[in-house]
Nanobody, 120 residues
Framework: QVQLVESGGGLVQAGGSLRLSCAVS????????MSWHRQAPGKQRELVAA???????NYADSLKGRFTISRDNAKSPVYLQMNSLKPEDTAIYYC??????????????WGKGTLVTVSS
């Protein structure tokens, strides 16, 4: 079974840092792209950052300069480094991946989410 495994959420004070990670488990042929999204209480889910199989990145304009998405290689876990955190960054962070299984079936995967709480 192909699924996403997230880790790294928690409680941090304003100005602090956290690093989230997301790995694809299961037998896959290719990871086409991965991204992080977040949903704060009472708000819609929004894109935080994305990275393609070729390493091209994309960020929400409001988060550029504070958040960095990265990966070591095309099948390695994806990391979201979050610096200078603010209370408004408090949300559940979800990992998303577009993958191709070994039988060439494309899947859109979502993780269960990891809670990030930033205290003031």
């Amino acid at each position: 079974q192909v699924q996403l495994v997230e880790s790294g959420g928690g409680l941090v004070q304003a100005g602090g840092s956290l690093r989230l990670s997301c790995a694809v488990s299961g037998n896959i042929f290719k990871i086409n792209s991965m991204s992080w999204h977040r949903q704060a209480p009472g708000k819609q889910r929004e894109l935080v950052a994305a990275i393609t199989s070729g390493g091209k990145t994309n960020y929400a304009d409001s988060l550029k300069g504070r958040f960095t998405i990265s990966r070591d290689n095309a099948k390695s876990p994806v990391y979201l480094q979050m610096n200078s955190l603010k209370p408004e960054d408090t949300a559940i962070y979800y990992c998303n991946a577009h993958v191709t299984r070994v039988d060439y079936y494309d899947m859109d995967l979502w993780g269960k989410g990891t809670l990030v709480t930033v205290s003031s």
